[in-house]
T-cell receptor, first 115, second 111 residues
Framework: NAGVTQTPKFQVLKTGQSMTLQCAQD?????MSWYRQDPGMGLRLIHY???????DQGEVPNGYNVSRSTTEDFPLRLLSAAPSQTSVYFC??????????????FGEGSWLTVV | SQELEQSPQSLIVQEGKNLTINCTSSKTLYGLYWYKQKYGEGLIFLMM?????EEKSHEKITAKLDEKKQQSSLHITASQPSHAGIYLCGATGAGSYQLTFGKGTKLSVIP
């Protein structure tokens, strides 16, 4: 049982490049989400999904794109990377979402640097 | 939008001492999560509280939810070096799919 798996762990991008952060979970969770963590800002929600084919925006969605074609996978795409997107990205999943009272599991994070 | 303020921002305690971390919300708390994070690692789930007055314990860590004060506290008894890390609280509203986090409390435990 791997839980929530994020790849890559580290990535350096040049400004303007695009890339995809992968997130996979093997717990059959309907709810998945992406956060970014910046010094002094805490964790902020980028996008979330309540099931395959359903996604919605969080607090800071600009510059990011998501899709949910399967229950297991929830990739985060940076369309044209900017230095302001340098951050640590976390993927999370759970049954039912935050207000359900179920445990929300987090991945180990992806460190992204945009130069 | 809901805002969470954690206090203190950082804390240095001697091994064996007790400590308390607070998480205060700008809105009524429906659900409150506590996580621990070590540098360079992901978030480790500690506890989730949903009912006013609820209290949960795991090993030497106890969390309480005071709905009237819109506040949750995390208490560690007889701290150990293994308790060191960043403690994060996250809150959600009824029926919400969004979790809002505080900025964290950095705990250092000196042997």
């Amino acid at each position: 049982n791997a839980g929530v798996t994020q790849t890559p762990k580290f990535q350096v991008l040049k400004t303007g490049q695009s890339m995809t952060l992968q997130c996979a979970q093997d717990m059959n969770h309907e709810y998945m989400s992406w956060y970014r963590q910046d010094p002094g800002m805490g964790l902020r929600l980028i996008h979330y999904s309540v099931g395959a084919g359903i996604t919605d925006q969080g607090e800071v969605p600009n510059g990011y794109n998501v899709s949910r074609s399967t229950t297991e996978d929830f990739p985060l795409r940076l369309l044209s990377a900017a230095p302001s997107q340098t951050s640590v990205y976390f993927c999370a999943s759970s049954y039912g979402g935050p207000s359900s009272g179920n445990t929300i599991y987090f991945g180990e994070g992806s460190w992204l640097t945009v130069v | 939008s809901q805002e969470l303020e954690q206090s203190p921002q950082s804390l240095i305690v001697q091994e064996g001492k007790n400590l308390t971390i607070n998480c205060t919300s700008s809105k009524t708390l429906y659900g409150l999560y506590w996580y621990k994070q070590k540098y360079g690692e992901g978030l480790i789930f500690l506890m989730m509280l949903q009912k006013g007055g609820e209290e949960k314990s795991h090993e030497k860590i106890t969390a309480k939810l005071d709905e009237k004060k819109q506040q949750s506290s995390l208490h560690i008894t007889a701290s150990q070096p293994s308790h060191a890390g960043i403690y994060l609280c996250g809150a959600t509203g009824a029926g919400s799919y969004q979790l809002t986090f505080g900025k964290g409390t950095k705990l250092s435990v000196i042997p």
